[in-house]
């Protein structure tokens, strides 16, 4: 499981005046593995996720991203480093702007390789974007504009646009919250496809238990095109951790077996 | 003590750091030419119908309450004078300006407003591009190149209104009209109703993408930040052109 680090807080504190947006957390995510982050509504899990990407400051602690220090580092030089990392917005984040082939060519069209390219690699963008889209189904979606889209189509495009430029590290805000069972188990599916084909770290945020457990219990089988049971993580041991946050802090962490015999009333109420 | 200044004064310091960086990008890539245009075509070919209308009925207005003075000293003779400083150097770029204002600022806030709440604006920052040099600078440049244009279109149907009213209502002939509305002019009006319309589009630009990019709240807050704008921009148009007309005032 020892990879190189991908993320690593160090007892990161953030406050919004008087209340505590992350309160003294520390964590470390390694290549390839997944936290899944539980949490009440308001509990810093949101907050967690946009200071891993430098959209806001802590007011203390250190953060690593790929090994690197980005503690205090100015606006302008996180985008090379944002470029490296795939985030899912709660509600997808789209760009009511432009169309959704558009929309999830963008990090591409916007990287600085791309820019110094210029417009050289203009088909390939397009195969690799109707690629994505293929990848969460929605090809047909290509010309539409993210209004014309449901609730569940628009987070898969958000799926496609995070990770259409491969990053080792992906961010998933809350990507099934408000959705049917079905639609929420087609996007985790999706999230695991992600994990398992390219094995990509990633940190998840959500509420609903399901979601942790079909992450840390199955695979995707290539093959079948279908998810798996798997004993936990298969053969790669400790490779889903479960975090619980309330109120800023991280007060548990540990294996989904942890999770279910955890004591803490607040604890219990995620395991199920 | 004096804690209830806080706010504003914050608020204020934001804004100007804003103003530096909107500024700063204009001569720093990336460049967002298409943004520029589609901004440009937003608030110049968008405005035109209605800039002309508001142009040339200020005019009629004009003309018809100065002839009426001025007959009474049987002047109306001087009515292109009067009509053409008074445009030209005031009326033209405050009207337009206001116009622009309720368009385009609450158009900004409100689209900028939006594009927060939904967190669109994250996402642009967290997808490597600055949202101040996509969003801002190109509504910064857009409006400050046609607000002036505008301007010069309103004035000039201003005066064509203006002529409607003396030629057909007083029986002012065509060349006692334009004469003197044009002889009067100097360099400096015309100078002080091109600034103006210049200065209004950085006001009228920034408070409203200003107002969209601090919005919170939802789309109520949407609401409350095009309000804003509306108000914040339409009470600085007319500080900035008291302090401006004084300043042309003193250098004649």
Known sequence: MSGESVLRFEDVCLWFGETPGLDHVSFEIAAGESRIIYGAA?????????????????????????????????????????????MLF????????????????YPVVNSLAYRLARHEANGEVQDKVREVLRFVDLEQTFDKVPSELSGG?????????????????????SPTAGLDPITANTIVTLILKERDLRNAASLFVTHRFQDGHLMAKF?????SGQ????????????????????GGRLVFTGTLAELQIAEDPYVRKFAK | MFDFLKRPVQAFQDFILLTGKAMRNIFRGPHYGDD???????IGVGSLMIVMLVGLFSGLIMGQQMARALRT??????????????????????????????????????????MKVTEQIDAMRALGTDPIQKLVTPRLIATAVTLPLLTIIADFLGLVGGFLIAYFQFAVPFSQYWTPAWQNLAYADVAEGLVKPFSFAIIISLVGCFYGMRTTGGTEGVGRSTTKAVVVSSIWIFVTTYFLGKIFVNMR
């Open chain 1, 42 to 86: 308001g509990s810093g899990k949101t907050t967690l996720l946009k200071t891993a990407l430098g959209l806001l400051t802590p007011d203390s602690g250190r953060i690593f991203v790929f090994g690197e220090d980005v503690t205090g580092l100015k606006e302008s030089a996180w985008f090379g480093i944002r470029a490296r990392m795939g």
């Open chain 1, 90 to 105: 709660q509600e997808g984040g789209l760009f009511d702007s432009m169309t959704v082939g558009e929309n999830v060519a």
């Open chain 1, 153 to 173: 189509m628009r987070r898969r495009v958000g799926i496609a646009r995070a990770i259409v430029t491969e990053p080792p590290l992906v961010l998933y805000d």
């Open chain 1, 219 to 223: 695979r995707y089988n290539p093959s």
């Open chain 1, 227 to 246: 998810i798996e049971a798997a004993s936990q993580d298969g053969d790669k041991p400790g490779r889903t951790k479960f975090f619980v946050m309330n």
């Open chain 2, 36 to 42: 520029i245009l589609i901004q440009m075509d937003a």
């Open chain 2, 73 to 114: 000293y049987g002047a109306t003779g001087q009515i292109g004078y009067i009509v053409s400083v008074a445009l030209i150097r005031e009326l033209g770029p405050v009207l337009v300006a206001l116009l622009v204002a309720g368009r385009n600022a609450s158009g900004m806030a409100s689209e900028l407003g939006s």
